[in-house]
């Protein structure tokens, strides 16, 4: 049985796409190197167009790594593949009452989702 591995363990990078490149073309392509949990092609809200890069989440960390060792030659392209770069982010909490609400209590509840670092 496989132990669980955290997402930003298991998270690719994929960069210099070709603007042709659609996400069933990556799917397809890193397919090969593992089993995919979900690909993500960014694209441009306003054009529709692809930024040229996108982010795959491989079902286990064996697929990520099969796919960082390899060189990347998509639609004639070459692409750069590396582990993503994962960083915090940070949310805004609003509207919190003036009382009965602790620092402490705001971290308990959010670490179901994540580290609080702040």
Known sequence: MSMQVDEEDRKLFCGGL???????????YFGQFGELERVQLKMDPT???SRG??????SDINGLEAA???DHNIKGKKATVKKADVKPGKIYLGKLPDQGVS???????????GVVTE
């Open 18 to 28: 070709p603007q042709e490149c659609t996400q069933d073309d990556l799917k397809e």
């Open 47 to 49: 054009t529709g167009r």
């Open 53 to 58: 890069f996108a982010f795959v989440l491989y």
């Open 68 to 70: 960082v060792q390899a």
């Open 103 to 113: 620092e402490d209590d705001i971290r308990t509840n959010l670490s179901e989702w």
